[in-house]
């Protein structure tokens, strides 16, 4: 069964420094997303991302992120600077045009840890 | 706005109980989605069921099985004799049409001891 893949599974950086995480959705889905869960909280919405352009984000979605499907396979989620705060597993999700024929299919996480 | 309100933080069964979790939502929303999904330790987030507000019939899928009632606006989920491997948390999530975000409930978090 296909899946969404994200890389790294684990990333390190300090802060102040910028990241970028990788995903890569099923390929014939048309919806992104990307959400974020801090450790033993609830997953949180950050963004979502239709048809080359944001749909939708949260209010933690400031400036310092920013979201790119730069090739047609790949979606990104940039943080320019990072924070202590952006500690956090940051996931990918896509899904296809209908809910009823494709539910939500999550990556398995990237772990970003801030220092 | 949209809200997901799992009640139970944390339960703790011994194995071969039946066990609840319950589900109250809110939205405005005529159509939505409903989510169950399972995070286990290794902290993926795995897809159980989804159900439309259009389809209040209840479903039984081996061990799991899902009340939905739109007139209590509650989607709860039973697995019927636990097993350790349960031990997980659970989260019921909301989405609306269009690009659909969805929103998650807190979690509950299920401990199956043997």
């Known amino acids: 069964e296909p899946e969404v893949t994200q890389t790294p599974s684990h990333q390190v950086t300090q802060m102040g420094q910028e990241v970028i995480l990788r995903c890569v959705p099923i390929s014939n889905h048309l919806y992104f997303y990307w959400y974020r869960q801090i450790l033993g909280q609830k997953v949180e919405f950050l963004v979502s991302?239709?048809?080359?352009?944001?749909?939708?984000k949260s209010e933690i979605f400031d400036d310092q992120f920013s979201v790119e499907r730069p090739d047609g396979s790949n979606f990104t989620l940039k943080i320019r600077s990072t924070k202590l705060e952006d500690s956090a597993m940051y996931f990918c999700?896509?899904?296809?045009?209908?809910?009823?024929?494709?539910?939500?299919?999550f990556g398995n996480g990237t772990r970003l840890t801030v220092t | 706005a949209q809200k997901v309100t799992q009640a139970q933080t944390e339960i703790s069964v011994v194995e071969k109980e039946d066990v609840t979790l319950d589900c109250v939502y809110e939205?405005?929303?005529?159509?939505?989605?409903l989510f169950w999904y399972k995070q286990p330790p290794s902290g993926e987030l795995v897809f159980l069921i989804r159900r439309n507000s259009f389809d209040e019939q209840n479903e039984i899928s081996g061990r799991y099985s899902w009340n939905f009632q739109k007139s209590t606006s509650s989607f709860n989920f039973t697995i019927t004799a636990s097993q350790v491997v349960d031990s997980a948390v659970y989260f019921c999530?909301?989405?609306?049409?269009?690009?659909?975000?969805?929103?998650f409930g807190d979690g509950t978090t299920l401990t199956v001891k043997p």
């Open positions: 991302f239709y048809n080359n352009e944001i749909s939708e």
């Open positions: 999530a909301l989405s609306g049409g269009g690009a659909g975000k969805s929103t």
């Open positions: 939205t405005r929303d005529t159509t939505y989605y």
């Open positions: 999700a896509s899904r296809g045009k209908n809910w009823d024929n494709s539910p939500l299919h």
